[in-house]
């Protein structure tokens, strides 16, 4: 495995130091560019591991890194960049000189044409403010913008999705679009009441236990960076942020072996886009929910923790997200 959490130090109890958490950080602010489609994304986990890591002011760290990225010469990443400042300046005060003007300069083209996932975010901007017919704009916009990020039509399709709830909302008849979504929902419908359910319900949520970690890093099986010890901590932390953002309150998380973890990514690489592969995903991990045991999250602080280590929950994964005082930035 790479440098970073999982082959530094180890504090009490067996968690990650702080170093460490700052050297994944370093590695994330390294590679943030290549990605322009996840900026937005990647900004909270730099800023995650920049608290877990006891830097005094994270906000600050991951404010910083946003605006370099903005005068960044590659005007996808750029565009991202402001767009995030957008999102969350608007999410924190609402609309103001600031978010205005990164709207904007967005929206006239100043960092070039608008991708897809940065068309959405516009309008999920203008939607929260109440300018609906605005906001319906952008989402057509992103329907048909020039895409330079990849993941076209998974981008587009979300974007759609949203388009298609903020029609109704306003009460327009459906057009070519909106029925499209209907039939997806309807061929999915089951399944999307499974990962994504009514609020009180419990979300599925496919996940890998600390005993079978290691082998499934040393497979290349975790996602970037590959350390076990990073991905307990960044699954818990989106879980607790998607939490606080409207998401999934509670989830039911059930675990894969390396062996499911691997037809996973067979099923991926086999598959001709980004709808085909989530389909393939979805019912495979359906398929295998029948009988398996899963895992409930968040379990209580004196509850053995969800990720199988055997420690009580205060002490293991629940105490990665704490907020650190002090300590080196």
């Not at 960044?234 to 509670?250: I, K, M, P, S, Y």
Request: charge should be negative; charged fraction near 30%; hydrophobic fraction near 35%.
């Amino acid at each position: 495995m790479g440098d970073g959490i999982g082959t530094g130090g180890r504090g009490v109890g067996g968690l990650p130091e702080p170093g460490d958490f700052l050297r994944k950080a370093d590695e994330v602010e390294r590679t943030i560019r290549s990605d322009p489609a996840a900026v937005f994304h990647t900004l909270l986990v730099y800023r995650a591991l920049r608290e877990q890591g006891g830097c005094p002011d994270p906000d600050g760290r991951m404010r910083g890194l946003r605006e370099r990225l903005a005068d960044d010469g590659a005007v996808s990443v750029a565009q991202s960049a402001v767009l995030a400042r957008a999102l969350m300046t608007h999410q924190e005060v609402g609309m103001g000189p600031q978010v205005a003007a990164d709207l904007a300069d967005v929206e006239a083209g100043v960092y070039g044409p608008v991708s897809v996932h940065n068309a959405h975010g516009v309008a999920i901007v203008w939607e929260r403010e109440g300018a609906l017919e605005r906001a319906l704009d952008w989402y057509d916009r992103a329907l048909v913008t020039a895409q330079v990020d990849g993941r076209e039509e998974r981008l587009r399709n979300a974007a759609a999705e949203e388009r298609a709830k903020l029609r109704r909302r306003i009460g327009l008849e459906p057009d070519l679009h909106d029925e499209e979504v209907r039939r997806r929902e309807e061929e999915t419908g089951e399944l999307d009441r499974m990962y994504y359910p009514a609020d009180g319900e419990r979300t599925l949520t496919p996940f890998v236990r600390r005993d079978v970690a290691p082998e499934a890093a040393d497979a290349g099986l975790l996602g970037p960076g590959g350390d076990t010890d990073f991905y307990f901590m960044q699954q818990e932390a989106l879980w607790r942020w998607d939490r606080r953002n409207g998401g999934a309150h509670l989830r039911d998380l059930v675990p894969l072996s390396v062996a499911e973890l691997r037809h996973l990514a067979t099923l991926f690489e086999r598959s001709v886009d980004d709808d085909e592969a989530e389909c393939a995903r979805d019912l495979f991990l359906a398929g295998l929910c029948a009988g398996r045991e899963r895992v409930a999250w968040p379990p209580e602080e004196e509850g053995r923790c969800w990720c199988g280590s055997g420690d009580r929950y205060g002490d293991c994964c629940l105490r990665t997200v704490v907020r650190r005082s002090g300590g080196p930035g």
